[in-house]
């Protein structure tokens, strides 16, 4: 059975520091992947997704980062981190090319004080 | 295009009923609803995928018509299992090969005994 990792859980960093949340996936092969963010209260906003190695596709300017360095890793970096980035940090899955549903991962919760 | 659901916030007793509308302005192909609990990830309900198609399991049901371009979630006589936020999520035509979902603002439902 297919399974979604994220680390970490929860992370609390000061303003203008770097950051690096990551995304596995295990029992399936070359799943699109996708990073949301969710802001307190509010609903999911899609910031990268992947069609496969190498390949992202940046849905929302900001100064946040993805990369895919192999088949079923997922990575969102940031290089300075601003009080916005704050936020519910979800990883998601599907199955190749169809309209197959998306699994989410556990979340990382991010505090940007 | 973000769909717009209703209503925003639902509270309702055990073993009522409540349903929750999706609408795009957009053409879909398909519509995806998911349940968060508060603190976690958002977990699969259903997917509907044709016109007119209806769906359900146990006594959560859904519909989807394509031509109105609108989703609503039928919950009956529900359960304090239930509480939670209800996203309709949205695929327009053509992105099948990316999987890209458009999430709409939540629905949260607040089952009191």
């Known amino acids: 059975s297919q399974t979604i990792h994220q680390w970490p859980a929860t992370l609390v960093q000061p303003v203008g520091s770097p950051l690096s949340l990551e995304c596995t996936v295990e029992?399936?092969?070359?799943?699109?992947l996708y990073w949301y963010r969710q802001a307190a209260g509010r609903g999911l906003q899609l910031l990268f997704y992947?069609?496969?190695?190498?390949?992202i596709s940046s849905e929302v300017p900001q100064n946040l980062s993805a990369s895919r360095p192999q088949d079923r890793q997922f990575i969102l970096s940031s290089k300075k981190l601003l009080l916005s980035d704050s936020g519910f940090y979800l990883c998601?899955?599907?199955?190749?090319?169809?309209?197959?549903?998306?699994?989410f991962g556990p979340g990382t919760r991010l505090t940007v004080l | 295009q973000q769909p717009v659901q209703s209503p925003q916030a639902v509270i309702l007793r055990e073993g009522e009923d409540a349903v929750i509308n999706c609408s795009s302005s957009?053409?879909?192909?398909?519509v995806h609803w998911y349940r968060q609990k508060h603190g976690e990830a958002p977990v699969f309900l259903m997917i509907?995928?044709?016109?007119?198609e209806q769906k359900g399991h146990d006594k959560i049901s859904a519909s989807f018509n394509e031509k109105k371009q609108q989703s609503s979630l039928y919950l009956t006589a529900s359960q304090l299992s239930y509480s939670g936020t209800y996203f309709c999520g949205t695929h327009n035509t053509g992105s099948s090969n990316t999987g890209k979902l458009i999430f709409g603002q939540g629905t949260t439902l607040q089952v009191k005994p």
């Open positions: 998601a899955w599907k199955a190749g090319f169809s309209y197959n549903e998306q699994f």
């Open positions: 992947s069609v496969g190695i190498g390949q």
């Open positions: 029992g399936t092969s070359n799943p699109n």
């Open positions: 957009k053409a879909l192909y398909s």
């Open positions: 509907l995928l044709k016109g007119g």
